[in-house]
């Protein structure tokens, strides 16, 4: 039986594509490992979304070719976002690599180690509830992917010129895939996608999402869904109410990228800070529990002192529960690269620093606000090697990207609890919450 070792680097959705390449070597009878070193094939599944993401690719090609320079017998194979965009400039750069998969054969995986010719796809990977899977997360959650590619043309952005356009997975395949999940005892069900809030658009139909959330909250065994990643201009009163469900977790993940008025027409988004505010009044108002997460960019072309003071602002005023904040990172072929890059790295650095500065004040005291609390957490596992202390999320907290909550108990555990427990919050710091098992 050869060893596999599989490495994801990016986004969650990178996450998911490694899974069903680990569930089709695993059918086809190749074990998992995750010592790179003790392996016979190493596959890395890159990102090529942004500059460092870049840097982290050839770094880890270049250690992998190390490997490969130790033990020759080794097959190293390069999948992915930076495969799929620069390949042509890869091969000779890096000749020792045996194998180059972009985004579109994920799961010919099995053909590709073993040297066989198999019939290219020519678009993007969708999976679908057949696709075999090892899911890779906590046994209490899973992603669920629910389309590839994306139609918007933002300025900075390169993901559709990796994915193509938007595509949506039908929603029997996604249900039937959240009940193989339920069985298996997941309870928290992450939809992902590039623009999750559009999902359906492509069908011309309206009011896909919630039509999908409603049929994931009656499967039996799901206790929370999650939804991931949306536009603003997307977020309708009917997907409002839809999160009134009780399965439904009252969160939005919606990245503005910015406040300034002018700088958010040369990135060619739509919603700039006045108009991001009167959108979370309406969503407070018809949630008002709802916990809002975004992303934003600083150093973007043309952001001066007037526009970045617009951005803080913009953070104060909007109470944001969650927060991420990215260096601009100029991209070939997207709409912004013609502007250049003309705002220093360093400057772009304090930029990023003051605005996760400035949120880290906000994310204090709105978490202080729960001490005291009796809150549902799902219970992920035991905290690195700490037997007496598990680690959880509450509905409020999506996985991956936002704060925990440690639970800490008066005896050793081998997690011999259920899922989803009450918890008592007993302290909160920036990021996270304390707490132990109500009662």
């Known amino acids: 039986m050869k060893s596999v070792s599989l490495i994801t680097f990016g986004c969650a959705k990178n996450l998911v594509d490694s899974e069903v390449m680990a569930g089709c070597l695993r059918e086809a009878g190749y074990a998992l490992t995750p010592d790179p070193g003790r392996s016979d094939i190493i596959i890395l599944n890159t990102c090529g979304f942004i500059g460092p993401a870049k840097d982290e690719a050839s770094a880890a090609i270049e250690n992998a070719l190390d490997l490969k320079k130790k033990r020759p017998s080794i097959k190293v194979v390069v999948a992915g976002c930076f495969t799929e965009r620069y390949e042509p400039e890869l091969r000779p750069k890096y000749p020792q690599v045996d194998a180059w998969v972009g985004v579109k054969d994920y799961d010919q995986i099995v053909s590709i180690v073993e040297s066989r010719g198999f019939r290219a796809s020519g678009r993007t990977f969708l999976l679908s509830h057949r696709t075999p899977r090892a899911l890779s997360t906590p046994a209490s959650w899973a992603y669920l992917k629910v389309s590839e590619g994306c139609s918007h043309r933002c300025a900075f952005c390169s993901i559709p010129l990796i994915k193509g356009t938007y595509r949506s997975r039908p929603i ?52 929370w869904v999650r939804f991931l990643y949306g536009y603003p201009e997307e977020i309708t009163n009917d997907l409002l109410e839809a999160m009134r469900e009780p399965k439904i977790c009252p969160y939005l993940d919606i990245p503005f990228q910015h406040a300034a008025p002018a700088l958010v027409r040369k990135m060619k988004r739509a919603m700039d800070g006045n108009r991001a505010l009167r959108l979370l009044d309406r969503i407070r108002k018809n949630l008002p529990h709802a916990a809002i997460r975004t992303s934003l960019i600083v150093g973007f072309p043309g952001e001066g002192p007037a526009e970045f003071k617009a951005l803080q602002t913009f953070v104060r005023e909007a109470g944001f529960d969650h927060l991420g904040v990215f260096t601009y990172s100029r991209e070939e072929g997207t709409a912004a690269f013609r502007l250049g890059d003309p705002i220093d790295e360093r400057l772009k650095q304090e930029r990023r620093a003051e605005i996760l500065g400035l949120q880290a004040g906000i994310s204090a005291s709105k978490l202080k606000a729960h001490v005291g609390r009796t809150l549902d957490v799902l219970l992920e596992g035991v905290w690195k090697d700490d037997t007496r202390t598990l680690v959880g999320r509450t509905r409020f907290q999506a996985p991956e990207v936002d704060g925990v909550v440690f639970v800490r108990l008066p005896f050793r555990s081998d997690l011999l609890f259920g899922p989803i427990q009450k918890v008592e919050i007993t302290a909160s710091d920036v990021y996270d919450l304390h707490g132990k098992m109500a009662g």
């Not at 992450?190 to 999402?209: A, H, M, P, R």
């Open 172 to 223: 029997s395949s996604i249900l039937k895939e959240a009940e193989r999940l339920a069985a298996a005892g997941v309870k928290e069900i992450n939809l992902i996608s590039q623009d999750t809030t559009y999902f359906g658009g492509d069908k011309e139909s309206s009011g896909g999402l919630v039509r999908l959330l409603l049929g994931l909250s009656r499967i039996r065994g799901i206790a």
